[in-house]
């Protein structure tokens, strides 16, 4: 009997108790370990059997040439290696554009700061990597505040049209004329924040637009397919940047100024949206791994080998990331919108212990709900320009006070900190 408690114990449960945060990171990264092993399973299978072909193909092309031209294989392999090394440079068979002229040099360092790099163009004296090293430097970290403020923006915008189609879909269900009416078209408002899935819907469609249209300039311009041109677009816009194909690298094109200012904008548009994309998935991302940790947390609780009284102290130590619809009951006179779809409540991650509403959310949990935008947009408005006032107050012995009660999107920089209390699953006031 003792031997199978063991066993229990053993199995049903963690083996230390770990704080909620380093719980989630440990799961994100558990999560894309698997991601990254499956990833490299589907590719060894569609790739490997293409790449032996191309190897056995090779190997048969540099027989018959030897054999033909009467020439030794290791002085050809000689040959190949040089041509090798005048390829870094920049040097190809076919006549390219070249790759140090001034315009040359503003897409290379375009590609840089962009954190594309394709990889065509690398500088190949000591004195230029040097430079690359420190320019870099401060042209990604200005580039990335640019995208932070881009998203920023976006994000506003979306925030502001949808309010607006929220308030006439109102007017026209028949709220807001005189009176109570047009009081309770104003309390359905009051807080309204745009869910998650919507923008991140748009910004999808954005993207594709964008993707779709360039891909017809690419296809026509570069004569590659129409799929080669969609590949490349996300490789670029995902800055990911393989440079397998590069856009507006021949000598010359038929209206080419037209097609290279074309292409910068494409480049920048579709660069901006995916990265604007990215993070609103990584919200969902999140969401799912608050979800996933309370699902746990909910089966420690009733585990046997936990105690009833720290069963108790982990569930109440873990609310903050339940899932919880919008409160049941208002003050007087107040109607709050609510979508049951998505709403939801998800506290801060760092929250030291239970607040006094604790007891009216414990009977308000829904174990198979998401957060919504709500909770996310709410809580990581702090851009990199409040970060800086932070760090001025911290170093001069002044903490910085929490005004907003957090929910687990909370305390972040960058994008998380820019989204904050701007959608429906990152607001505080829920």
Partial sequence: MVRKQQSARSTCCFPVDMNEDNARFGLLAALILVYLLCGAAVFSA????SELRAHRRWEQQLEDFTQQHQIGLEALRVL???YEEANVAGIRVDTLRPRW??????????????TIGFGMTTPATIAGKIFLIFYGLIGCAATILFFNLFL???????????????????????VGGVGEDRRSQDDSLEGWKPS??????????????IACSASALYATMEDWGYFDSLYFCFVAFSTIGFGDLVSSQRE????????????????????????????????????????ILAKLDCQRAHCPCQGPARGRRRARAHKRNAVQPAPAQEAPGKHRYTNASVETVCDSETDGGMGPEAGHLAGRRLSGEMISVNDFMASNKVSLAILQKQLSETAHGNPRQSHVRQNGFSGGVGAFAIMNNRLQETSVDR
Avoid at 196 to 209: E, K, N, Q, T
Wanted: overall charge positive.
């Fill in 46 to 49: 569609l790739e490997r059997p």
């Fill in 80 to 82: 190949l290696r040089q």
């Fill in 101 to 114: 002229d001034f315009s040359g040099a503003f897409y290379f360092v375009g590609t840089v700061v962009s």
């Fill in 152 to 174: 920023e923006r976006i994000i506003t915008m979306l925030a502001y049209i949808m309010r607006w189609c929220h308030e006439m879909q109102l007017r026209r269900s028949g």
């Fill in 196 to 209: 998650v899935y919507y923008v991140m819907l748009i910004l999808g469609v954005a993207a594709l637009l």
């Fill in 252 to 291: 010359s094109y038929q209206a080419q100024e037209a097609y290279r200012l074309g292409n910068c904008l494409f480049i920048l548009m579709g660069v901006c949206c995916i990265y604007s994309l990215f993070n609103v998935i990584s919200i969902v991302i999140k969401q799912t791994l608050n979800w």
